[in-house]
């Protein structure tokens, strides 16, 4: 009995490590098959073409990052993130896990 | 608030007679002149109240727009869209759409930043699709020219089918022009900017049939927001539910569509408004000072210079001022004292005035914080901040904004718990508000000082490194690193209900508006006042009641008691005095409740003498000093020295120094976490509006200085 609570506690174990996996890998995926603000380097600019978390998508639109304009990464924290890009011709602060649902042509 | 609006209405009632405006809403994206536009049309006229049931102030001015008519001006929330993102931007919607409250705006004046029109026009095109009367004010036009944006005021005017106004707020100029607009009748505008789908179309009829509206933007808000629209009841909740669902609406999508949509609307239309001639200076100035003011070594030490010169004019220039108060608190019982008696004297003198003397004496710290605290915000230097500090903080469960709180707590929780409001996320919020009051404030520092000077020798390293100071420091960063893990803590207890965000504007430099900062000083010295002033009063007459009075003629039989051993001793007059009092504290209520608790801290290394202060400590901290005082007979003179010698010469049964240097850091560990405030558990219960959060504190922290307060003792003695 305990030792099938065990193995079931285990396989569960199991179970969630795989589906991270799964996870970063889709991630992984993603950012190979389409480039977004995350990869863009300093002085950079690129089009945006669409936004890829619909929660987080609706305070960027409207912040004015539509898709078709262009957006331009500015300046970096010291540590890498937050960074600022430009958009509009205005300034933009973000997380770098929010630069990187903004997807560029 | 409901004075103020019964006091005007006659007023507002002869003003709607011959134009129908009288209330005038001011609303627009943050950073957008909005506030400044707010004080040159009100000046001192403001009133801060609050929106009904919820935390979010409710800044009202009256202006005088032409000699004859005046008109109530209310300042709305900074917001983005009419799709509110945070609790304070709920407000708009609150206040546009409930059709029962009787002080919806008659007219919005919309601000607009014009060196960044296109994003500014999106809450506008908004506004305009519910035909709400509107004015365009066209804000920031000098940036806007030294930036070479010309803008075409006639076509824009046309286009949008408002009065457009170009202005600029910071000097005042555009306003007369302005209250001239807004002191004639204007109608909403007739143009469209974005029609309601097709597919939507059942759903809105629907809804417009329901609840008689005659809008469909207004119907479509409806089914966005309902869930939050305070004014609908329960059933019609469910009806909507259910008839979202049966229409398939899925709000996400068509808020995303809506937006995308109007964009394309607005450059249409900017397209023939705006020119740019010329690259953006002030852009690359600002650029040029974020390498430095940003940059990962310079950037930490120029913060950590300022935080230096902060907490330098907090404790050294305000201790002017607090003196004078002191002073001058003092100077008054001694007069009214002087000439009459009683107990309802004593009652005014030591209960009232004194409470009031302790909620005033912080009056200067606070003013001097917020003045800083407005510079760094007015100047665009406090985003550098939230930006440099957010990937620190997250890693703690708090975030880069939580920073001003936490700073800010230094001098007092009840402004930093104040000031956490402009976080969005409710987790990171709270936390911040949770851990803000274990940073030490500056009703610690008296009791710091009493017992640093007690235990800790007056030595010098290397010339300037006072060891007392050293140990003050330390008591310091004791309260932050407190505060840091126990944000780690709450990070791993609490469940997310909303993911935390970042994306916000980042301005550029611009020098302070010395209007506003004054202002802001004066709102929040005198929130200080109103809100923890009523309760530090209150509470310092119960106590007081509680120290001057036992039961039965136990006061008679102390004083009887102190006169005779004072005779055997052969003290002075004064000396007599003060061990009357001394022996009448100890047989009061508030003795014997240190009698009482005296097992409970006797682990602590604390006699019923401590007890009475921590009770007493409860209106605040610095009350603790004055106990001791009284307790220890030293008398009406507290005067650090004194106190010392006195303390020092106290002795325990065994005829050994009662204050050793466990039982003094036993001490100061106790009041560097222990949660013996008042007003902040009080603001903190407005901020959260729930018990459970005050409660919380109370517990954890109270916990948190019994358990540190027994190790420091157990092991150092």
Redesign the interface.
């Known amino acids: 009995m305990q030792y099938r609570g065990t193995a079931c506690i285990l396989q569960l174990f199991i179970n969630s490590l795989n589906k991270r996996r799964e996870i970063v890998h889709n991630r992984v995926q993603e950012s190979q098959q389409q480039k977004s603000v995350r990869d863009l380097k300093i002085g950079e600019s690129g089009e945006i073409s669409s936004l890829n978390d619909p929660e987080m998508a609706l305070k960027l639109l409207e912040m004015g990052c539509i898709p078709g304009a262009e957006v331009k990464l500015n300046s970096k924290a010291p540590f890498g993130d937050p960074v600022t890009i430009i958009v509009n011709d205005y300034t933009l602060s973000l997380r770098l896990d929010e630069a990187e649902t903004i997807l560029l042509k | 608030m409901a004075v103020t609006i019964e006091a005007e209405a006659p007023e507002a009632k002869k003003a709607t007679a011959h134009h129908p405006v009288a209330r005038i809403a001011l609303i627009g994206n943050p950073n957008s002149g909005k506030t400044s536009l707010f004080n040159q049309l009100t000046g001192l006229n403001q009133k801060v109240g609050n929106f009904p049931g919820v935390t979010v102030d409710k800044k009202t001015g009256v202006s005088q727009l032409t000699p004859q008519l005046k008109a109530q001006i209310i300042d709305l929330p900074g917001s983005?869209?009419l799709?509110p993102?945070s609790l304070d931007e709920r407000v708009i919607i609150d206040l546009l759409y409930d059709p029962a409250l009787n002080n919806r705006p008659d007219l919005v004046i919309v601000t607009a930043d014009a060196?960044?029109l296109?994003?500014n026009l999106?809450l506008f095109t908004q506004l305009a699709d519910l035909r709400i009367p509107a004015v365009l004010a066209l804000n920031m036009m000098d940036v806007a020219e030294a930036e070479g944006v010309k803008i075409d005021i006639e076509v824009l005017q046309r286009d949008l089918g408002v009065p457009v106004i170009p202005m600029n707020a910071r000097k005042g100029i555009g306003i007369a022009a302005l209250k001239i607009l807004i002191s004639q009748q204007l109608a909403a505008t007739e143009v469209s900017f974005f029609e309601v789908p097709a597919r939507l179309r059942p759903m809105v009829d629907g809804i417009k049939e329901r609840f008689s509206l005659n809008n469909d933007y207004l119907a479509l808000h409806y089914a966005h927001q309902y869930k939050h629209l305070r004014f609908l009841s329960e059933d019609d909740k469910v009806w909507m539910a259910q008839l979202l669902e049966t229409q398939g609406f899925k709000s996400?999508?068509e808020?995303?569509n809506e937006?995308?949509a109007r964009?394309v609307r607005i450059n249409e239309v900017l397209l023939d408004v705006v020119r740019?001639d010329k690259a953006?200076e002030e852009?690359k100035f600002?650029?040029k000072l974020?390498?430095i003011l940003?940059?990962?070594v310079y950037?930490?030490l120029i913060f950590m210079g300022l935080l230096f010169l902060v907490f330098q004019a907090v404790f050294a220039w305000a201790s002017y001022p607090m003196d004078l108060i002191d002073e001058g608190i003092a100077a008054l019982n001694t007069l009214i004292q002087e000439n009459f008696n009683g107990p309802l004297i004593n009652l005014l003198t030591e209960g009232v005035i004194a409470g009031l003397g302790g909620v005033l004496i912080f009056i200067p710290q606070i003013a001097i914080l917020f003045a800083f605290i407005a510079i760094l915000e007015e100047t665009g230097y406090m985003?550098r901040v939230t930006?440099?500090m957010?990937?620190?903080m997250r890693k703690f469960g708090l975030n880069?904004k939580s920073v001003v709180p936490l700073i800010s707590g230094v001098a007092c929780a009840v402004p930093a718990v104040m000031s956490a409001r402009t976080i969005e996320n409710w987790k990171d919020r709270m936390i911040t508000i949770f851990v803000t009051p274990l940073m030490s404030c500056s009703a610690r520092i008296p009791v710091y000082t009493v017992l640093i000077a007690l235990v800790v020798p007056e030595v010098y390293y290397l010339g300037f490194m006072n060891l007392q100071g050293i140990v003050l420091m330390g008591l310091y960063l004791l309260g932050f690193l407190s505060a840091i893990l126990s944000a780690l803590l709450l990070k791993v207890l609490l469940k997310a209900r909303e993911?935390s965000?970042?994306?916000?504007?980042?301005?550029?430099y611009r020098m302070p508006r010395w209007k506003n900062v004054g202002l802001t000083i004066f709102e929040k010295s005198r929130t200080f006042v109103l809100e923890a002033g009523k309760i530090i009063v209150a509470v310092s007459i119960i106590l007081w009641v509680l120290a001057s009075y036992g039961p039965g003629d136990s006061f008679e039989r102390a004083e009887e008691r102190a006169v005779a051993e004072a005779e055997v001793k052969g003290l002075s007059d004064v000396q007599t005095d003060n061990l009357i009092s001394s022996y009448q504290l100890e047989s009061s209520y508030a003795g014997r409740f240190g009698h009482a608790i005296e097992p409970a801290i006797r682990p602590l290394g604390y006699d019923w003498k401590i007890g009475i202060a921590l009770l007493t400590s409860f209106a605040a901290r610095e009350v603790f000093v004055g106990t001791i005082s009284t307790i220890y007979s030293i008398g009406e003179e507290e005067n650090v020295t004194t106190i010392k010698d006195k303390l020092m010469s106290e002795k325990d049964a065994d005829g050994n120094p009662f204050f050793t240097p466990a039982r003094a850091f036993s001490l100061l560990i106790f009041y560097a976490f222990a949660m013996q405030c008042i007003s902040t558990l009080a603001i903190v219960r407005r901020e959260t509006k729930s018990w459970m959060w005050p409660l919380a504190q109370l517990v954890y922290m109270t916990g948190l200085a019994y358990v540190s307060a027994f190790a420091v003792f157990q092991l150092m003695s």
Not at chain 2, 501 to 508: A, D, K, L, R, W
């Open positions: 983005y869209s799709y993102k060196s960044n296109k994003r999106l996400t999508t808020q995303a937006t995308i964009y740019v953006k852009e600002s650029n974020d390498q940003t940059h990962r950037g930490y985003a930006f440099m957010d990937k620190i880069g993911r965000y970042f994306i916000m504007e980042f301005p550029v």
